[in-house]
């Protein structure tokens, strides 16, 4: 099971980009998948995470400008993030909850580096 993440690149503040990630295999069983962010020299945080159902979480500093989403069928996560600023710059992170025995583990795709420039 992989994911592959892309999307990822440069904008101007108040911009807008789609982030997504692709889950590909066989055998799995998909939970709750979501996206986290890195900047230089910081720990890497959550951002937005969904559940199977659809419902979504978020950060407090992408409230309101980032919105997640999943296709169940075709096994992938989306990130919409609008009006964004340069704090947002950052390595983005796909993630995903995934059975493929008996357990559900996290698996992480590759970064994709977002830069938004003032």
């Known amino acids: 099971v992989q994911l592959q993440a892309s999307g990822g690149g440069l904008v101007q503040a108040g911009g807008s980009l789609r982030l997504s990630c692709a889950v590909s295999?066989?055998?799995?069983?998909?939970?709750?998948m979501g996206w986290f962010r890195q900047g230089t020299g910081n720990q890497r945080t959550l951002v937005a995470e969904?559940?199977?159902?659809?419902?979504?979480s978020y950060a407090d500093s992408v409230r309101g400008r980032f919105t997640i989403s999943r296709d169940n069928v075709k096994n992938m996560v989306y990130l919409q993030m609008d009006n964004m600023r340069p704090e947002d710059t950052a390595v983005y992170y796909c993630?995903?909850?995934?059975?493929?025995?008996?357990?559900?583990?996290?698996?992480w795709g590759q970064g994709t580096q977002v830069t938004v420039s003032s």
């Open positions: 993630h995903a909850y995934i059975k493929v025995t008996t357990d559900y583990d996290r698996y």
């Open positions: 295999g066989s055998g799995f069983s998909l939970n709750t």
């Open positions: 969904i559940t199977v159902r659809g419902s979504a």
